[in-house]
């Protein structure tokens, strides 16, 4: 089990590839379709994600898809199921399995991410849906005396019990603690927020037994609040990326895949091949972006049939780029 579940994580951070994050809650694809003038029906969010995985760019960049739970469902317009398209591509499929989060109690502002209960039945049907890895993500928020303590151990907490069912059902997870980038702090306090958030998580994960080569980690990247005075170059927050991480993820975790959060595709790009032109890291480091994948196709395609084609060549460019970042070979 532990070969297994370690060649899929390796096979997720494998050279020139990342994650395509498509596991988008109904609300939040509603939010996007909305932008750009679209009704999230089931069909339309069937016929977007069908675009994306039918693309030149899966094939070439892409290592595992992150699904929602409708998506793994779902079938293509010809009847093949999307999962099939993804594994069809040389992709690992993957499901989201945290069900959002939730107030804290005592905790004003801070947020504690639910779906353990039950879990091990669903990780269960997951894997017979196809899946071979999951993800759960704990949110931080940096603000007027927060992030508590209690946030931090309680999301901590609650990752490495997701890890831990995750790795028993045969399932690589993805164990993402999101420091937001919300806010008007600086680098150095993302960079102590992030520090104390890391240090937890990989306190928890071992409590919890959780196999460190069997997993991926997806952090944020040590980066200014977008509301900050003071912005960051980019061989900033490369290098106090790099050092954090250093600091605190073991050398044995095959790979890091960073989330995007907000940053523009372009930044995204930019910070994740400054971090690799760094060199001499134990870890793979790559992409299991979002939004900085997706802006540019669903711009592009904007509901419209005749557009797919345009949709599916915005999307391969980006995720072009990141794969050329991942290598540390993307230039401006
Ligand atoms: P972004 O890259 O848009 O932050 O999304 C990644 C993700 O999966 C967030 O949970």
Known sequence: MTAELDAIAQKMVADGKGILAADESTS?????????????????RRDYRELLFRSE????????????????????????????????AGA????????????????????????LDGLAGRLKEYY?????????????????????????????????RYAA????????????????????????????????????????????RV??????LKPNMVVPGKKSAKKASVDEVAEKTVRLLKTCVPSVVPGIAFLSGGQSDEEATAHLDAMVKLGDLPWKLTYSYGRALQAAPQKA???????????????????????????GQWST
């Not at 937001?180 to 680098?187: A, K, P, R, S, V």
């Not at 960079?191 to 104390?196: A, I, K, L, N």
């Not at 005749?306 to 290598?327: D, G």
Request: include cysteine.
């Open 28 to 44: 939040t694809i509603k939010k996007r379709f909305d932008s750009i003038g679209v009704e999230s029906t089931e069909d339309n």
């Open 301 to 327: 395609w904007s509901g419209k049939a005749e557009n797919v084609a345009a949709a599916q060549a915005a999307f391969t460019h980006r995720a072009h780029m990141n794969s050329l970042a991942a290598l």
């Open 211 to 216: 196999r460190h080569e069997g997993m991926v």
């Open 128 to 160: 017979d849906l196809g899946a071979r890895f999951a993800k759960w993500r704990g949110v931080i928020d940096i603000g007027a005396g927060i992030p508590s303590y209690p946030a931090v151990r309680a999301n901590a907490h609650a990752l490495a």
């Open 92 to 115: 690992v499929p993957g499901i989201k399995v945290d069900t959002g989060a939730k107030p804290l109690p005592f905790c004003p502002g801070e947020t504690i991410t639910e779906g």
């Open 165 to 208: 069912l995750c790795q028993e059902a045969k399932i690589v997870p993805i164990v993402e603690p999101e420091v937001l980038m919300d806010g008007d702090h600086d680098i150095d306090t993302c960079y102590r927020v992030t520090e104390w958030v890391l240090k937890t998580v990989f306190e928890e994960l071992y409590y919890q």
């Open 57 to 88: 760019g899966m094939k070439k960049y892409v290592s595992g898809v992150i699904l929602y739970d409708e998506t793994i469902r779902q079938k293509a317009k010809d009847g093949t199921p999307l999962v099939s398209l993804i594994q069809a």
